[in-house]
């Protein structure tokens, strides 16, 4: 059965756009059909980082206007065949979603997909609810920050109010992806610790992505970091997270990006 | 400074995990509820303004989330007694 994932934070640029494209591809990887659909209407970014953007015709507000068809709207990843791409529109604002198109378009895509990955805009507005409003499960993205964790446990309100599961009396599953993590500098009381969040949050954990140059590399070539370096760090918690995402059971370690001099010193350190 | 000042200097984590713990246990009874703060200075203004005249300018509300306790403070200016009788009148 497809399973709708909204990718969710409430702040902005803490890498909601970065993981839904990394997660999206590795999903893929891992064989399921996959669609990665972008909600931030008037400020479409999934295209870039998914290296499609010169490809772009139709968008989800075409689509949910009824002036294009979906197979017209949506684009094919050209690196993994299972993998597609609904962008949003750079030109409309997100007014242009109505309630009904979008679950008309959701129900169209659970026919088609395994997977479908909702990249919500940053926001507690009408563009993160209606990214939400179908989901199954929710991946709530977090910097160990705290306007970030504030902001993250305002969207956690949200999943248990707005959704269409939690108005039915039923729970929606979110998970934890701590995001730019530097385990050196949490280990120097420096930044919040992973169990700081957790409790804080009390939501279970998907994963922790270190900060890594691989992210801004991978983005400037327009390729998730799970396909651009697979074997990164980064990508390799991606990777994982995918895996959980499916139920796998593994553990979490705690990933350390070692870079030069001063990274593997510290990599060591915090390894041991 | 010595070493040990330093190295407490550079544990900022602590600090932030205690004012979101403080923070959210107080912004999740509001968003879950009702507002209480607002109702309850809501509530407390009604009941004074039946009995004087209350210039809402000059209503100041002093919040501070603590934990175990907070305290709302809501400094009102109230007319001297005389004024206020012939305000009770009129």
């Known amino acids: 059965m497809a399973q709708v994932v909204v990718v969710t934070s409430g702040k902005g640029g803490v890498g909601k756009t970065t993981s839904t494209a990394a997660l999206g591809a590795a999903l893929a990887q891992g064989g399921g059909n996959v669609v990665v659909v972008d909600f931030d209407v008037g400020l479409r970014n999934l295209d870039l980082v998914m290296g499609a953007e010169r490809r772009v015709v139709f968008d989800l507000v075409n689509v949910v206007q009824g002036d294009a068809k979906l197979h017209q709207a949506l684009i094919r990843d050209k690196r993994l065949e299972n993998l597609a791409l609904l962008p949003a529109s750079q030109t409309r604002d997100k007014d242009a979603l109505t309630s009904e198109g979008v679950t008309r378009v959701v129900a169209e895509l659970r026919d088609k997909f395994d997977w479908i990955l909702c990249d919500s805009p940053a926001g507690i507005e009408r563009g993160a609810t209606l990214a939400m409003r179908h989901a199954d499960v929710a991946v709530v993205v977090t910097n160990a920050e705290v306007s970030s964790v504030r902001d993250s446990d305002r969207i956690i309100g949200l999943l248990d109010s707005k959704t269409e599961k939690a108005e039915r009396g039923q729970r929606i599953p979110k998970h934890l992806l701590l995001t730019r993590y530097d385990a050196a500098r949490a280990s120097r009381g420096e930044m919040l610790k992973t169990e700081d969040v957790l409790e804080i949050l009390s939501i279970p954990l998907l994963g922790i992505i270190p900060e890594s140059q691989e992210v801004l590399r991978a983005s400037n070539i327009g390729a998730p970091v799970t396909l651009a370096n697979p074997t990164s760090s980064p990508a390799r918690a991606y990777a994982e997270a995918a895996r959980r995402l499916k139920g796998e059971q593994i553990r979490v370690s705690v990933p350390v990006e070692r870079s030069g001099f001063f990274g593997k010193l510290f990599g060591r350190r915090a390894v041991a | ?90």
Do not use: C, W, Y
Not at chain 2, 41 to 57: G, P, S, Y
């Open chain 2, 1 to 90: 400074m010595n070493l040990l000042t330093l190295f407490r200097r550079r544990e900022s984590a602590p600090v932030a995990r205690e004012r979101l713990q403080v923070l959210l246990a107080h912004e999740r009874a509001v968003v879950g509820g009702s507002d209480l703060v607002a109702v309850l200075q809501e509530e407390i203004l009604t009941a004074i303004a039946k009995h004087v005249a209350v210039d809402r300018d000059k209503v100041q509300v002093k919040l501070d989330r603590g934990d175990p306790i907070s305290t709302l403070e809501i400094d009102i200016e109230v007319p001297t007694l005389m004024r206020a009788a012939v305000a009770g009148h009129g």
